[in-house]
């Protein structure tokens, strides 16, 4: 987990909607999606949110939640600074059920969204977040966060965490770069846990983006998904 330092009451957080707008249109410009031959490895398939999905750049990036657009595709939102580079993306580790491909993407910082177009239908989606445990959170919602409210993620390493959110528009210092208008709450975050979808019983609230060790009580700060799903016109399901 890279070290951050952060300060309340920054850049508003439309300098971050400004970033995923100026892509959000071309990012959606394709049509519906296109089936892949089927296989029967392919219908044992299903992605959710807090499932990893693996880029032909290497790398894994943890799914934030699956959205859909009007006219019917599907999407999975990950945090660009994981999926940049990636253009490809399967569903198991040897790479061999594909899944879709990166529709649409912010700068590859910390702080914006890539979208993964769904292309193969033989794939379930569904709207759920998995809790690792084998059991999931049915999403139907999203909303912006407020101080106060409760605030749970599925880290990959901390396993499932939830706190309360305490700031609003916050400014993240990380060593690479300078994010704006994430949100700050109690559900402390360790390495493996970025990219893990935040929420409130079935309203989606956020993607952690960072935090601080746990072993201190720490924190977590999370980009705003309805920020994302306004700049590309989608919702959760």
Do not use: K
């Amino acid at each position: 987990m890279r070290s951050v330092s952060s300060t309340t009451g920054g850049r508003p957080v439309r300098i971050l909607t400004a970033l995923l707008v100026a892509v959000g249109a071309l990012a959606l410009a394709a049509g519906p999606a296109s089936a892949h031959p089927q296989t029967v490895a392919q219908q044992e398939y299903a992605v959710r949110g807090g499932d990893l999905l693996y880029g032909d750049h290497g790398g894994s990036c943890t799914v934030g939640f699956n959205a859909g657009a009007a006219g019917g595709a599907r999407y999975g939102i990950l945090l660009s600074s994981c999926a940049g580079g990636a253009s490809t993306w399967y569903a198991d580790p040897a790479r061999t059920v594909v899944v879709g491909t990166s529709s649409g993407s912010g700068f590859p910082n910390s702080g914006t969204a890539t979208l993964v177009r769904y292309t193969n239908s033989e794939v379930s989606y569904p709207g759920e977040v998995a809790l690792g445990d084998g059991t999931t959170v049915d999403i139907t919602g999203s909303g912006s966060p407020y101080v106060g409210e409760r605030v749970c993620h599925p880290g990959r390493t901390t396993g499932l965490r939830c706190g309360t959110v305490q700031a609003l528009n916050v400014t993240v210092h990380f060593p690479d770069d300078i994010v704006h208008g994430l949100f700050r709450a109690t559900d402390c975050a360790a390495p493996g846990d970025v990219g893990a979808p935040s929420f409130d019983g079935g309203r989606a609230l956020g993607i952690v983006v960072g935090g601080s060790s746990c072993s201190a009580g720490g924190s977590a700060f999370h980009l705003p998904v309805a920020e994302v799903l306004n700049a590309y016109g989608l919702t959760v399901y």
